[in-house]
């Protein structure tokens, strides 16, 4: 009789110690996880960057669980204007402006932080109006200034499908920016002399000038700073007719606005969220450090969640400064 209470008081003893640890487990799991996250991914590398970089001090300081949803520009955007997604770390008010105005005058979502500056329009490699004397390459258009001095030049450019005009590679299927400057290939005066093509992907259109570097030959089209290409390549943005922003609103022809470069959440997130908020709002880089990040993507073959980590340990002194210094201490601890 003795060995059975014995026997059966340690069995309760293991019962009252496992149903402890299983509270902990649960209480620690309720704090780790204090919801979800959803970024948007618009389908450009300096997006998928920053939603890492931010995604990841969520996560690991802030322990909320991030997810991403894909999509188009306007998708995307839709998704947080409705609520199906939380966070946009780029966006590009000029590439939609009516949809943003309309978003912002319903309330629907708030631009907490100015995240970068960045460029946009149509680019040319430098070595086409400077040469390259390293490479013997001379100046093959020296008075090109302007998106109107194409036409004196057309035939450098001439599309491999249509020689009786040039080509310009526009922006990848898909973009705002694509059905921007197809129009203003009309209000230019392009089309005279041009054909527009438009690539299938962002890859495809990066392709299309590493190739033109690699054999130093001639290029136009659209492209956007930051990038890996125009933090590794010289190229040079062809001046426009100066922004107005009347005649940008009946036709785009003029030079893009300037580009401010924006962090907007869904209006519900300040409510479920207000510490991720507050995080956001003082989230801020540069086109310099975000190419940087990109370049490094580009160099090593790897993705933007890995260059987002090694971005976070590079410029500690940077990001510290947007959070607390509880959460930085968890970042850091978690990249170790």
């Given amino acids: 009789m003795k060995y059975k209470w014995t026997t059966i008081w340690i069995a309760m003893l293991c019962l ?39 995604g990841f001090i969520v996560e690991h300081g802030y322990g909320y669980k991030m997810e ?31 949809a943003y105005n309309e978003a912002l005058d319903k309330k629907e979502i708030e631009t907490v932080s100015l995240n970068y500056n960045g460029k946009q ?27 109107q001095d194409l036409a004196k030049y057309w035939e450098l450019f001439k599309d491999p499908e249509d020689p009786s005009k040039g080509r ?35 890859g495809a259109l990066n392709a299309s000038i590493v190739k033109a570097f690699k054999n130093h030959e001639p290029w136009v089209g659209y492209y956007w700073t930051p990038t890996w290409i125009t933090s590794k390549y010289d190229l040079t943005l062809l001046q426009a007719p100066k922004y107005d922003p009347d005649i940008w609103e009946k036709n785009y022809g003029t030079e893009f606005p300037p580009d401010e ?6 209006k519900d997130l300040t409510k479920k969220a207000p510490d991720v908020v507050d995080f956001l ?10 190419g940087e990040a990109l370049v490094y993507m580009e160099d090593n073959d790897t993705t933007a969640q890995a260059a987002a980590k090694w971005w976070l340990k590079k410029h500690e002194d940077l990001w510290t400064k947007w959070v607390p210094e509880d959460v930085a201490t968890k970042v850091k601890k978690a990249l170790q």
């Fill in 16 to 54: 009252l110690i496992g149903l402890g640890l299983y509270s902990a487990t649960q209480r620690s799991n309720a704090t780790q996880s204090k919801g979800t996250i959803v970024f948007g991914d618009a389908n450009w590398d300096s997006i998928r960057f920053h939603n890492y970089v931010a």
């Fill in 68 to 98: 991403v949803t894909s999509g188009s520009t306007a998708a995307t955007f839709t998704g947080l204007r409705q609520g199906d997604i939380d966070v946009l770390t780029e966006v590009w008010p000029n590439n939609m402006l009516d």
């Fill in 121 to 147: 329009g149509f680019y040319v490699p430098t070595y086409m109006i400077k040469g390259d004397p390293e490479a013997g390459i001379k100046p093959m258009a020296p008075d090109l200034k302007t998106v």
């Fill in 168 to 202: 310009v590679i526009g922006s990848y299927s898909g973009t705002e920016a694509q059905k921007i400057t197809q129009k203003q290939m009309t209000v230019f005066g392009l089309d005279q002399t041009f054909n527009y093509f438009t690539p299938g992907s962002e």
């Fill in 261 to 266: 470069v924006y962090i907007s959440v869904n």
């Fill in 281 to 290: 709002s003082h989230y801020k880089t540069s086109a310099e450090l975000t």
